[in-house]
């Protein structure tokens, strides 16, 4: 049989179908991810509220988790680990406590007059134009608005325009790091009808075009089932969905689980943080998981570390499942965020490493370890992460 020097051609589409691949799947989210979003109620929210809550979480650290024999309790990690992370912590909260913050004008804010509604978006973006001169602003940051589902868009447009065009006239520009946070995606079609809400506020404010992205949140069962059946929920959102956020207190509520059942350890949150992961796979877009709604139950030690112990445990739940970005609502989880983040990238940092290492120079990891190329790359990805992580501190 004769067989060309150039091989046979490509099978007759082929070229269309792997640009289609390309642009659906550009590969996993590029750069810095945040560990945490903070939300805060619009109208508690002021120009001095991270620091605020870096001073409240830092305060709670000296009194209740003074050295590293304490967090190496309360935290279960290794004592060699703690040094380590009990150094960083300090660090972490006395000069960067909210790595992304959240203005909430949805479920933290409620329902207001329109008045009071407008009054307080003229006052968050005041808040945020005194960060950004004062360069207090986090590296992300943001607001979330009301839903399209409460059948009102109105208000969450009004609200967003509101806010946008005060900032501007404020400052001038629309500092790095926005995002907006759209709630209860109940229908497909509304991610299409919020990105083209953006495209025309871009327009009026003059910015370039998709400086305007949204994170949509995944907080119903049939949110859920729409992902599974979308031909292409990113492009739905016409190129604009920067991240999928899990709301697990109305997913769980939708989903008919008892108040004591609304945790994100369930595996009906289990199911669909999967089904995030399956839908947005390879598509750029960020996952975050949502959070615990509890406060210390006192100022004793003992509450504070019952607290600190319980959601250490939930954000290392969402680490092994591959969620490593979280919802905080309380400065007091700052500390267990942190300290259960930084604990997971130092525990295997220089085993990851060194596989790394023996992989490219081709010689034996040790430990009867075989790595596959596709491990290979989660490794590399892991110690990203960690940089990332464990530099910010």
Known sequence: MRVSLSGPAPPPGFAE??????????????????????????????????????????????????????????????????????????????????????????????????????????????????????????????????????????????????????????????????????????????????????????????????????????EAPQTVLFLQRSADPVAAARGRLAAAHFGVFDYTAACGLPPHEQRLDHPACDHARHVMQTVFAGTGVELSDGSLAAAPASGETADVHALWRRHAALVRHSLRHGFHQGWDMHPAHLVSRYAAVYAFHLARYDEYRERVRAWHERRDAGGGVLDEPATIATLTAALRRADHALGSA
């Open 17 to 218: 179908t792997y640009r289609e691949q390309l642009a659906r799947y550009p590969g996993p989210p590029a750069g810095w991810q945040p560990v945490h979003t903070v939300y805060v109620p619009a109208d508690a929210f002021t120009a001095g509220t991270v620091a605020e809550w870096g001073d409240a979480a830092s305060a709670l650290l000296e009194r209740h988790l003074p050295t590293a024999a304490e967090l190496a309790a309360v935290f279960d990690v290794p004592h060699e680990v703690a040094r380590g992370v009990r150094h960083r912590l300090g660090l972490k909260l006395a000069g960067d406590p909210i790595e992304d913050l959240r203005v909430d004008f949805e479920d933290g804010y409620g329902t207001r007059p329109d008045d009071e509604e407008d009054a307080d978006t003229v006052k968050a973006a005041d808040a945020i134009a005194e960060m950004y001169r004062a360069e207090t602003l986090p590296r992300r940051w943001g607001l979330r608005v009301k839903s399209f589902a409460d059948g009102n868009p109105a208000r969450a447009l009004r609200t967003l325009d509101g806010f946008l065009t005060t900032l501007a006239e404020r400052v001038g520009v629309l500092p790095p790091g926005f995002t907006v946070t759209f709630p209860k995606v109940i229908m497909e079609a509304y991610l299409g009808q919020f990105a083209s809400c953006l495209e025309a506020l871009e327009r009026a404010l003059g910015l370039p075009d998709r400086t305007l992205r949204f994170e949509m949140q995944v």
